[in-house]
């Protein structure tokens, strides 16, 4: 069986010796970024390699490209080569904030063409929780070529959100918290703000309270409270830096609501143009 959007503690543990399953530690914290390496070094689940956020799932930022840019295709697949990675592998991409890091790995495979990839339910929290094993061994995997197929229509550019500002067929869904996307603060950009006619879901409202994702019937009717009839595949996700928006097309991929779009430099590249409209309340 192939696990597309999330996968439980319970079956993960059953696949720890499986070969054809491979798992990632994406531990990240915006404030910290050597915190997730860390906490990887000290105990992690057994057959994971650390992804860094910073240096493994993005580009180095320029100034312009935001804070997290999409790093080139082929330099990706080449990292993924490095981990030992297989097209047929089962991945498992797991963190320690409610799966948000991890989604970013879980969107960055889909848009190279891997399918079989999920987010780990509860992430290490809960697999800790539950008294499974943790290790510091660090796995070694005999490197492969990794047969990278970008897929192109999974995201939009900058410029493609500001030819469709203002127009119905694109709706941008902002998933920073409330405050951030209000612009009453921003304790990360140095603009605080939105992108004009944006609606905003914060990526926690995904989770129920026990950290867990909510049922799929569930994250379905929230999602249709925000956009009516509008198509998925006229909703951008967007969000401080292209890994949170993730979260929200996760949620849509569980909720059964398919073909959604990532803006993946998001507020923090938007705002490095001052000709871009923003706006505020």
Request: glycine fraction near 10%; hydrophobic fraction near 40%; charged fraction near 20%.
């Amino acid at each position: 069986m192939t696990h597309a959007t999330i996968v439980s503690t319970e079956v993960l543990a059953q696949h720890l010796n499986d070969p054809a399953w491979r798992i990632f530690d994406c531990r990240h914290d915006l404030g910290k970024p050597a915190l997730g390496a860390t906490q990887y070094a000290e105990g992690h689940i057994p057959g994971a390699v650390h992804a860094h956020m910073d240096r493994d799932l993005a580009a180095p930022p320029t100034g312009s490209n935001g804070r997290h840019p999409l790093p080139p295709a082929d330099a990706f697949a080449a990292w993924l080569g490095a981990q030992g990675l297989r097209a047929s592998d089962q991945v498992v991409a797991y963190d320690g904030s409610g799966g948000t890091a991890a989604a970013r790995l879980w969107w960055m495979l889909r848009w190279l063409g891997h399918e079989p990839v999920a987010v780990l339910d509860g992430g290490m929290a809960k697999w800790q929780q539950e008294g499974r094993p943790v290790t510091a061994e660090r796995p070694r995997f005999a490197p492969t070529h990794y047969p990278a197929q970008p897929r192109g229509a999974m995201h939009v550019d900058a410029a493609t959100v500001v030819a469709h500002l203002g127009r119905y067929d694109m709706v941008v869904l902002d998933a920073r918290a409330a405050e951030r996307f209000r612009g009453d603060v921003e304790p990360i950009d140095p603009v605080a703000g939105r992108i004009p006619g944006s609606r905003n879901r914060f990526c926690g409202q995904n989770l129920a309270a026990g950290g867990q994702f909510k049922s799929p019937d569930a994250l379905r009717a929230e999602f249709a409270a925000l956009f009516a009839d509008t198509a998925p595949a006229r909703v951008v996700h967007s969000c401080g830096s292209g890994v949170a928006a993730c979260h929200n097309q996760l949620a849509m991929e569980i909720a059964g609501l398919s073909g959604s779009r990532v803006y993946p430099g998001s507020w923090s590249e938007w705002i490095a143009d001052p000709t871009r409209p923003r706006e505020k309340g």
